[in-house]
């Protein structure tokens, strides 16, 4: 088949979506929402329901473009002569019966090309790489005194934070936004969720992107779908001691937090009549991995417009080596697990620490390693040099 030609980036994230079919097991039906599934919307008792829902208006081309100050218009219309084209799916692989199913399209359409955009992405613009892969490929979300992972079906995850799930995101099939647009009922403000809303089905994969989005301490989040991919943004009330642990931020998501989501649906392609790009699933994936590394930690208790969103620019959101060498020079005698999760921690402390102007947190250091360093030093100050250069020695007992 022809290899088709893209001259930008623009014209590759607006691209149409492959045309796919949902096959039921007792004969090809075409695809409706109306038809659930239990396994995939079955709620854990562990996943918190949102204190309020409410519509993420304002995401939308217009704004985003603000929010980089430009930049992402000017990356959409660069000329380009070598992008890959991944726009051809084999036809077996474009009918689905359950979710593991239609990942498979995902992962050949979806995932390959935000991840070729992402490589093109000019450097003025985020300065590192930031790639879309597999939950498993990220580092795994642990639950606080809990030995159990937690992996979502995707991740973003970014060069400059080792592994660590900087934008969590779930697959579901035949379920999307018509199956919760009349809780919200197309109303711009949150809708308060109540008792009754715990038990409905429907909210759960809400809550489960909201629960993975605590644990990755992640901002944004999303949901994709064979109807549409809604986008997920997580806020929560204003806590009141600013230096809280990790641990108390998190449970303050869990019992405050709020979900704003857009929707963009599946069959969106193209551009709009003024000729700014319509939001479609790609542009969406792609723009939300950006802000996702550029400032998508959850370090801020009130959430400004998106068109008053700061940039941070590419040179402020290094990691000194000095931050780094600190950090890792307490690790010593701590398992391989413990200092996977302390590097994630540390991460997410270093880029609230950039944003907010805070100083550097002091590494915690376990009490066998504080121990062993003491014995080192008592060791030292009786065998080694002393300052001027004289080996010390222990004073004689008087008699």
Not at 172 to 198: P, Q, Y
Not at 256 to 279: C, F, R
Not at 328 to 342: E, K
Request: aromatic share 8%; charged share 25%.
């Amino acid at each position: 088949m022809k290899q088709k030609s893209f001259r930008n980036l623009r014209e590759y994230l607006t691209q149409q979506n492959p045309t796919v079919q949902y096959e039921d097991r007792g004969g090809t039906a075409p695809v409706s929402t109306d038809k659930t599934n239990s396994k995939s919307q079955r709620k854990n008792s562990k996943w918190p329901t949102p204190k309020a829902l409410g519509l993420w208006t304002e995401f939308q081309w217009a704004s985003l473009s603000a929010t980089m100050d430009r930049r992402l218009q000017q990356a959409l219309e660069r000329d380009m002569e070598d992008l890959h084209d991944f726009s051809y799916i084999q036809p077996p692989f474009l009918t689905f019966r359950d979710e593991n199913a239609l990942e498979s399209i995902f992962i050949k359409f979806h995932q390959s090309i935000v991840i070729e955009a992402l490589d093109k992405t000019p450097n003025d613009l985020i300065g590192h790489r930031v790639r879309m892969v597999r939950g498993g490929q990220a580092r795994r979300l642990y639950e606080d005194e809990s030995p159990w992972p937690h992996t979502p079906d995707w991740a973003g995850v970014c060069l400059k934070q080792d592994d660590s799930n900087i934008l969590p995101g779930e697959s579901k099939h035949n379920w999307g936004f018509r199956e919760i647009s009349d809780v919200l009922s197309l109303r711009n403000h949150a809708v308060t969720l109540n008792e009754g809303h715990k038990k409905d089905s429907r909210l759960s994969p809400i809550s489960q992107i909201m629960w993975y989005c605590a644990l990755a301490h992640a901002r944004y989040g999303y949901i994709i779908s064979n109807s549409d991919l809604i986008v997920i943004r997580v806020d929560f009330s204003e806590m009141k001691n600013l230096k809280a642990k990790t641990d108390e931020l998190r449970q303050s998501i869990l019992d405050t937090g709020k979900v704003q989501l857009q929707a963009i649906p599946w069959k969106e392609s193209g551009v709009n009549t003024n000729g700014d790009p319509k939001m479609t699933i790609l542009l969406a994936l792609w723009s939300l991995h950006i802000m996702a590394a550029n400032e998508g930690r959850l370090a801020r208790t009130k959430y400004c417009n998106l068109k008053k969103e700061k940039y941070v620019s590419p040179d402020e959101q290094v990691i000194s080596e000095k931050e780094m060498s600190s950090f890792d020079s307490s690790l010593q005698g701590l398992s391989q697990d413990s200092q996977r999760h302390s590097q994630g921690l540390l991460m997410s402390q270093v880029s609230n620490a950039s944003h907010e102007g805070a100083k550097m947190p002091k590494p915690r250091t376990s009490r066998t390693s504080m121990k062993a360093e003491k014995r080192t030093q008592e060791d030292t100050a009786v065998s080694g040099l002393s300052g001027s250069g004289e080996r010390a020695t222990k004073k004689p007992k008087k008699k």
